[in-house]
Nanobody, 120 residues
């Protein structure tokens, strides 16, 4: 009953910017920490950024200073502003969240992913 839907991926030139959006919907009581992961071809999925319900953020070393994660708690939505994109940022980006459907029942959910390609 909970869905995470990502949007905003696409093709961008090196040095360009993109903003990804992930919206959680369904029978939601509360959304705790939310995350952006990415997976490039032939590589393991890696954590890009995280944000708690209170707004505390953390970033992967490779994106720190270039990417910014933010959230709108009223909309159960997170964003990933990506600046100064590099070819090595090319990957499928996934949203992940800890969602509670009632006070005691929580689970971890994944979105379907959105492709980001950085190429000239």
């Amino acid at each position: 009953q909970v869905q995470l839907v990502e949007s905003g991926g696409g093709l961008v030139q090196p040095g360009g910017s993109l903003t990804l959006t992930c919206a959680a919907s369904g029978s939601i009581s509360s959304v705790r920490s939310m995350y952006w992961y990415r997976q490039a071809p032939g590589k393991q999925r890696e954590l890009v950024a995280s944000i708690t319900a209170g707004g505390q953020t953390k970033y992967g070393v490779s994106v720190n200073g270039r990417f910014t994660i933010s959230r709108d708690n009223a909309k159960n939505t997170i964003y990933l502003q990506m600046n100064d994109l590099k070819p090595e940022d090319t990957a499928v980006y996934y949203c992940n969240a800890n969602v509670y459907t009632s006070y005691y029942n929580g689970d971890n959910y994944w979105g379907q992913g959105t492709q980001v390609t950085v190429s000239s």
